[in-house]
């Protein structure tokens, strides 16, 4: 990667979401870079695997499992990591849950459910850790979509929750931006290898997704995890609010249905 191996040394992450996709690469990453990393997800299983490479690099590293609706659970899993690594310098809000399904056969529940998990969720675990990213400052990086920015069919839940994300961002970053902390998000199109993707689309809509994107391809974890690395270090320093699409430009062309 483009980055010192140094980079975030010294520095304490926590994770949610971290054991699969996406989130497990932004964790390796951090801690590839110096930064000591806790991971979170609902189910232990998805959490070991990633725990013992975040060990193999050298760094302190713990997980520990919780439910991001769940405010005592959250709070158990900051207190976790400020006894398993003694601070908290960056947060990455990234749990999320999603489904494809026509609004008009959606329930109540089924989109509750979105909404709590991908919204609440990161209003808790950034309302929890503030504490603690206001002792020296530090940086919210919130894991949103492109889904919101155009009517994608199928995703009316996911689509509120993300532009919920988005637009709590902005608050967040004018409301904690005095106290030094730093509030981002990105805003990842499909990426391969991740379950998003693996359940969301079908061999054709991957392939009009490459077809319709101006560089050609679907993005990497990589991707991701990098434009993370810039976003919750001091490259950028004075980037506040920001959330940052990395999709190669698909969602400027398309706004259909996933599975299509």
């Known amino acids: 990667m483009p980055f010192r191996d140094d980079l975030l040394k010294g520095q304490a992450a ?11 690469g932004i964790a390796l990453a951090l801690a590839a870079h110096g930064c000591d990393v806790a991971i979170t997800s609902r189910r232990r299983e998805h959490l070991e695997p990633t725990l013992a490479e975040l060990g193999a690099t050298g760094r302190r590293a713990i997980a ?56 609440k969720g990161t209003f808790n675990v950034s309302r929890a850790a503030l504490p603690h990213l206001k002792a ?29 994300i988005d637009s709590l961002t902005r608050t967040l970053a004018c409301e904690w931006g005095p106290y030094g902390i730093r509030v981002n998000g990105i805003a990842p199109g499909p990426i391969e290898g991740t379950e998003g993707v693996r359940r969301l689309t079908t061999e054709h809509s991957r392939d009009s997704a490459v077809r319709g994107c101006p560089l050609g391809r679907l993005g ?12 919750c270090s ?9 959330t940052l699409v990395v999709d190669g430009g ?11």
């Not at 899993?77 to 399904?101: E, H, K, P, Q, S």
């Not at 020296?136 to 919920?164: C, D, E, F, P, W």
């Open 234 to 242: 001091g490259a950028a320093s004075f980037v506040n609010g920001v």
């Open 220 to 231: 990497t974890i990589d991707d991701i995890a990098n434009a993370a690395l810039f976003l």
């Open 136 to 164: 020296r400052g530090g940086s919210i990086l919130n894991i949103s979509a492109t889904l919101q920015y155009l009517g994608t069919v199928g995703q009316s839940h996911a689509a509120a929750a993300k532009a919920g």
């Open 64 to 119: 520990e499992p919780a439910d991001v609706r769940d405010s005592a659970a959250v709070d158990r899993v900051i207190a976790a990591t400020m006894a398993g690594l003694g601070r908290l310098d960056i947060l990455v809000n990234g749990a999320a849950g999603n489904f494809v399904c026509l609004a008009e056969q959606l329930s109540p529940n089924g989109f509750g459910a979105v909404v709590d998990i991908d919204l």
């Open 250 to 260: 698909l969602w400027l062309r398309s706004a259909r249905m996933l599975g299509e």
């Open 14 to 24: 926590l994770v949610t979401g971290g054991g699969t996709g996406i989130c497990r």
